[in-house]
């Protein structure tokens, strides 16, 4: 089975940098996503991550640690349309689904 | 370009009526994957198609069942309604049978149980 965990909210200045953590556990990995999620929309895709390191896309960076179940998104020069919901979703090996966490809302203030 | 399409948007049914939900995924992808998602709450995966077969299957009540057509498009046919069917349906699409590649939402159908 899958197991995600991530904090719930945060909220940062428009500019700042903040990190989204999210540990998980798996029985297989096949790779982990993060999603950007506003109320009442569709979950946008963010970044992929199947080897260990960081993959970096403009603003938004992401980590993996395999070994330790970790990963992070690291949102650079917030902007006020970053505030949303953010979620990770963890791809087992073997099967066809993702399994997501609760999601991390960010709250970005002027 | 082209993305996942999910008709209606919105749905109001009464309790023990019966829905259909229809999802039209992008061009040339072959998975079909079903999301609910209650308020407040991550997205619970339903079930998954793969080349019209089903591939996988999650949390997914025996009232629902679902498929997925020679044109790829996929259905979930949701019967017996009950008030905490309400929520918001997903169905994302991807390629080749995985998610080794990224996936697509839809915009979602919100189904509302009175």
């Known amino acids: 089975g899958q197991n995600i965990d991530q904090p719930t909210e945060m909220t940062a200045t428009e500019g700042a940098i903040v990190q989204i953590n999210c540990t998980y556990q798996?029985?297989?990995?096949?790779?982990l996503f993060w999603y950007q999620q506003h109320a009442g929309e569709a979950p946008t895709f963010l970044s992929y991550?199947?080897?260990?390191g960081l993959e970096e896309k403009g603003r938004f960076s992401s980590f993996l640690s395999r070994s330790k179940g970790y990963s992070y998104l690291l949102l650079k020069e917030l902007q006020m349309k970053d505030s949303a919901s953010y979620l990770c979703a963890v791809s087992g090996y073997g099967n066809n689904r993702l399994a997501f966490g609760k999601g991390n809302q960010v709250v970005v203030i002027p | 370009a082209a993305g996942v399409i999910q008709s209606p948007r919105h749905l109001i049914k009464e309790k023990r009526e019966t829905a259909t939900l229809k999802c039209y995924p992008i061009p040339r992808h072959d998975t079909v994957y079903w999301y609910q998602q209650g308020p407040g709450q991550d997205p619970q995966f339903l079930i998954s198609f793969y080349e019209k077969m089903q591939s996988d299957k999650g949390s997914i009540p025996d009232r629902f069942s679902a498929q997925q057509f020679s044109d790829y498009h996929s259905e979930l046919n949701m019967s017996s309604l009950e008030l905490g069917d309400s929520a918001l349906y997903f169905c994302a699409s991807s390629q080749q049978g995985g998610w080794s590649t990224e996936a697509f939402f839809g915009q979602g159908t919100r189904l509302t149980v009175v």
């Open positions: 991550n199947v080897l260990d």
């Open positions: 798996t029985s297989g990995f096949n790779g």
